[in-house]
Structures are given as structure tokens and as C-alpha cells.
């Protein structure tokens, strides 16, 4: 059998096993719904051919999914929290059945390396997991009334139907992180996912799908494939859909953050970073340089916790650009399906120009390509990983281009990188190496990074689910996944109750006639 027809039945054994048509439906109410709206064609950005096709939600049945989704939530919110934690379970169970497979739609459809892909399905995993162990905590404080024979406490209730709209780059984990939590809380869910990324959004609702059926679940994992006019305009002004979480852009989050606003909804916001590494002197610079191939080059970029800027002590500024040149030299580029891969494409032609224009205003804005900074030349959207000499304040420097560029500074003293590092409208990651404890606990202090998320040690990307994750400023302030972030899935109430014969008023107030 030649290569090509070997990976090509792979793939359709890939296909089979997660329900994947040639042509599929993009809306589901709980069955797939005969929709006629435009087809998409998915694209592996690999090789650039067609691997299936969507036919995107059209605005009716857009209606259909929300008003189903809302009949869902009236049913799955009378369910015991411990009990919606049980179909989490089943689907965490569905979800390892179908890893292989689901990792590997991941990357063909989005293009990160197979190691990644199958990473983000264990993410899925972990998330479930995590949310099945919450769904028997989700405590309420009790108070001591000030009225005697008072009792005064706060109970958490199901919210309602969420929008989650999600991004290519993480095609799978970041429904995983809302839904698996918007479940165990009780609410609906209504996805719309990237047009990048139709088919592996397909898969995930086939899998949650089989889950709810078994367990006589009422349909809360709803699906609308569609674009702004069909599906994510009317989702976000929809008065049904309480919060709506979407992860993408900054320019995307305040167009969606206005609208929700105005009806005065709840939006979760998890939008661009532009994340930057700090290294002192003293690092262990075997780790800096593990971390930085990692945070800046893994998913080609794509991560919005990618490592964009690094901040050099001037001490080893010169020894750690030498050997960042020389490792990013040997990264292995090409097929991400390969395992010896460390990096795959882009998602896409725009992608790929996005980042050529950046390079080019770089330079005109007196950056310096220290490696890098073309495309290659095969099929499929690949570029090299790129390393640029930056100046303080070039205002490129200060946007988020989802691609490969580093930008590199140098500093003398630790209050001159955090400023630097803090100049920037985004505040998702951020990270300090060092050996020095004070110069670590400086980076991490209320005058340190601004970010919501700041480590020592470890690189910008590749969080872990138990902590909340999300940033501040432009990224958008919302919390998702571990911690407390399930809050914002459920309605706070605060009940007073009184037992006595007498009623007492709060501060003291007399009012008898
Ligand atoms: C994203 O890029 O939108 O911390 C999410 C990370 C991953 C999630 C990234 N766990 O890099």
C-alpha cells in the first residue's frame, strides 16, 4: 500500500469511528437537524485538501437549537447536582473510549501535533473529572443573621442556557472547560464552535450525544455551526442564553462584551494574550530554553498563552539568543501526524500572510529577524518559527499575531522588565525564571505581572485545569475551568428565613403602626 492511501484510510477509519460524514449537519437540537444553510468545508491545513464538509446552522435553526436548549435546561436544572455529576462521568468514560481518535481529528483538522492534540483531549478528560467531584461542592456560605430566630444563607441554582463559542486553536478542550462545568451546574449549553474547526465539534456532539441518550439526559449539548449572521449574532443578543463565554479575539470579545452588555447579560471573556517570559541573570538557563521552545514554538504559536515576548537580563542576554537561534534551527517542522514532529502548520492562508505582514512592520519599526521569518515552501500552510531583536515600545510588539514571533528585549534591573512587561494592553500569562526567591516573589507581587496568570519557572502556556484561567485588561477578565470559576455558571440566591413569632428589621428600623 503507498504512503498516501495508507494515511488516507487512516484517516476514514478516524472519520467512521466519530460519526463523520463526507457531508455533515452543523445544528443539533438533540437530533441533527436537516439544515440548509452553506457548507463549509473543513480543510487540513497540512496538506490544504477538503477532509469532510458542514452544512452551517441557518438563523431558523439557530431558533430551533436555542429554543430546544431552553426546554433542556427546564428538565436537567430539576436534577440533582450529584446526579448531572454522574453523566459528566459517563462522558469523561466516552471521551477516554474515543481519545485516539478524537486527538487525531484534532490534528488533522487544526494541525497541532498529534503529542498536543491528544494533550487537549486529556484536558477534556481532566475537566470532566474535575467537574464530577464538583458537582457535590457546590457550597453556599451561611451567615449569622443580626435578627434573632433569623437564619441567613446562599444557595447556588442552575443559570440557564450558555452560549460558549469557541476558537480553532483549541478546537475541543475550551467547549471541555465550559460545558463540563455548565453541565454538573445544571444549565443548557448552545456551542458554536470555530467554521475553522466544524468536524471535530461534530465529534464531540456525537460523543456527548450517545452519553445523554443512555442515561435518559434531556439534550443540554446543543450545536450551531453557522457564522455571525446565522448563529453568533442572534446567540449573543438572544435574552434566553444568561452568559455567554467565548474565547477569541480581542476585537471579536468587544463587538460580543457590547452586545451581551447591553441586554445585560453575563459574558466570560477569554480573549487575546501576549504573554511574556522574564529571565534573570541567575535562571537555570537549561530550563529558559526547554520553556521558551515550548511556550513560543509548541502549536506553532497558536496557544493564546503563547510565549510572544521574552525579556533577557542583559548579563545572558547574548548566551540565550545564541542558543534559542540554535535550537530553533533544529525544531522538526512538518506533518503533525508524524510523532517526531515539534511543529505543524498554521490553520490557514490568512494565517500565514497575517504573520509575514507582522514580520514586515517589525522591521520597519526597527526589529531585527534574528531567525526566521519565512514561509516554507511545501504544501499545506507552514512557516518557520521566528525570533526578532525588539525594541521597547515597537508598537507590533504590543499586538497579538497568532503565529510563531518572538520578541526578544533586554533589560538591566527587574523593575525595568516588569514595566516593560506590563506595557501591553493584554494580561493573560506571564512568567519569571530565576533562582533568586525575592526577585521571584517581586514578579508575582500586587505590584508585579498584571496578568491573571503569572509562574516561576514554567513557561506562559500549558496550564493546568485546577486553577482558574483566564487574564485581565484586554483579555477580557473571565475565569474558566478549575477553582471557583464554576460560579459564574449559577445564579447566587441569598435567603433570609425567619423562624420566630416576631419580625424584627434589619439595621435597627422600626416600622409599626
Ligand atoms: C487557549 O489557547 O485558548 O494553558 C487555551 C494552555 C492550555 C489552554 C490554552 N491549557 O496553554
Known amino acids: 500500500m503507498s504512503e498516501a492511501t495508507a494515511s488516507h484510510s487512516s484517516t476514514q477509519q478516524i472519520l467512521d469511528e466519530l460519526g463523520i460524514a463526507s457531508e455533515n449537519s452543523g445544528a443539533f437540537d438533540g437530533t441533527w437537524i436537516d439544515t440548509q444553510g452553506e457548507l463549509v468545508h473543513s480543510v487540513n491545513p497540512t496538506t490544504g485538501e477538503v477532509i469532510a464538509s458542514v452544512r452551517q446552522a441557518t438563523a431558523e435553526d439557530y431558533e430551533q437549537v436555542a429554543a430546544a436548549s431552553s426546554q433542556a435546561f427546564r428538565e436537567w436544572r430539576t436534577w440533582p447536582a450529584p446526579k448531572r455529576g454522574e453523566v459528566v462521568r459517563l462522558l469523561a468514560e466516552e471521551l477516554r473510549k474515543h481519545k485516539a481518535a478524537l486527538s487525531a481529528l484534532v490534528t488533522l483538522e487544526m494541525g497541532k501535533v498529534l503529542n498536543e492534540g491528544e494533550?487537549?483531549?486529556?484536558?477534556?478528560?481532566?475537566m470532566a473529572d474535575l467537574a464530577v467531584g464538583m458537582s457535590r461542592q457546590?457550597?453556599?456560605?451561611?451567615?449569622?443573621?443580626?435578627?434573632?430566630?433569623?437564619?441567613?444563607?446562599?444557595q447556588w441554582h442552575p443559570l440557564g442556557p450558555v452560549g460558549i463559542i469557541t476558537a480553532f486553536n483549541f478546537p475541543v478542550a475550551v467547549w471541555a472547560w465550559n460545558s463540563t462545568v455548565a453541565a454538573i451546574c445544571g444549565d443548557s449549553m448552545i456551542w458554536k464552535p470555530s467554521s475553522q474547526t466544524p468536524l471535530t465539534a461534530v465529534a464531540v456532539t456525537n460523543i456527548a450525544a450517545r452519553v445523554l441518550e443512555r442515561e435518559n439526559a434531556p439534550a443540554i449539548f446543543n450545536l450551531a455551526v453557522g457564522d455571525r449572521h446565522a448563529v453568533g449574532g442572534p446567540l449573543v443578543a438572544d435574552h434566553r442564553v444568561p452568559l455567554i463565554s467565548a474565547t477569541g479575539?480581542?476585537?471579536?470579545?468587544?463587538?460580543?462584551g457590547t452586545v451581551v452588555a447591553e441586554r445585560l447579560g453575563n459574558s466570560l471573556l477569554e480573549l487575546g494574550g501576549n504573554n511574556g517570559i522574564v529571565v534573570t541573570d541567575d535562571a537555570d538557563l537549561d530550563l529558559v530554553l526547554r520553556a521558551v521552545l515550548f511556550a513560543a514554538v509548541g502549536t506553532a504559536g497558536q496557544r493564546c498563552t503563547t510565549t510572544r515576548r521574552l525579556f533577557l537580563q542583559k548579563g545572558i542576554a547574548e548566551e540565550m539568543k545564541g542558543r534559542l537561534i540554535q535550537a530553533y534551527g533544529s525544531v522538526r517542522i512538518g506533518d503533525p501526524m508524524d510523532p517526531s514532529t515539534l511543529m505543524g502548520p498554521l490553520v490557514n492562508q490568512g494565517a500565514v500572510d497575517d504573520m509575514m505582514n507582522a514580520i514586515e512592520v517589525a522591521k520597519e519599526q526597527g526589529g531585527e529577524v534574528l531567525y526566521g521569518g519565512g514561509k516554507i515552501d511545501r504544501p499545506g500552510f507552514f512557516v518557520e518559527p521566528t525570533l526578532v531583536a525588539a525594541k521597547a515600545h515597537m508598537p507590533i510588539t504590543c499586538e497579538e499575531t497568532f503565529a510563531p514571533i518572538l520578541y526578544i528585549f533586554e533589560f538591566e534591573d527587574l523593575d525595568e522588565a516588569i514595566e516593560l512587561h506590563n506595557s501591553v494592553p493584554q494580561g493573560l500569562s506571564s512568567a519569571i525564571f530565576t533562582l533568586n526567591m525575592r526577585s521571584a516573589e517581586r514578579f508575582l507581587a500586587a505590584t508585579g505581572s498584571d496578568c491573571g496568570i503569572a509562574n516561576v519557572n514554567i513557561g506562559t502556556s500549558g496550564a493546568e485545569i485546577g486553577g482558574a484561567f483566564g487574564g485581565e485588561k484586554e483579555t477580557g477578565g473571565g475565569r474558566e475551568a478549575g477553582s471557583d470559576s464554576w460560579k459564574i455558571y449559577m445564579r447566587r440566591q441569598t435567603c433570609?428565613?425567619?423562624?420566630?413569632t416576631e419580625l424584627p428589621l434589619a439595621q435597627g428600623v422600626e416600622f409599626d403602626i
Open 249 to 256: 479575539s480581542v476585537t471579536m470579545g468587544r463587538k460580543i
Open 496 to 500: 433570609t428565613l425567619n423562624w420566630g
Open 138 to 154: 457546590l457550597y453556599g456560605l451561611s451567615m449569622h443573621s443580626e435578627r434573632p430566630q433569623h437564619r441567613m444563607y446562599e
Open 119 to 126: 494533550g487537549e483531549v486529556q484536558e477534556m478528560i481532566d
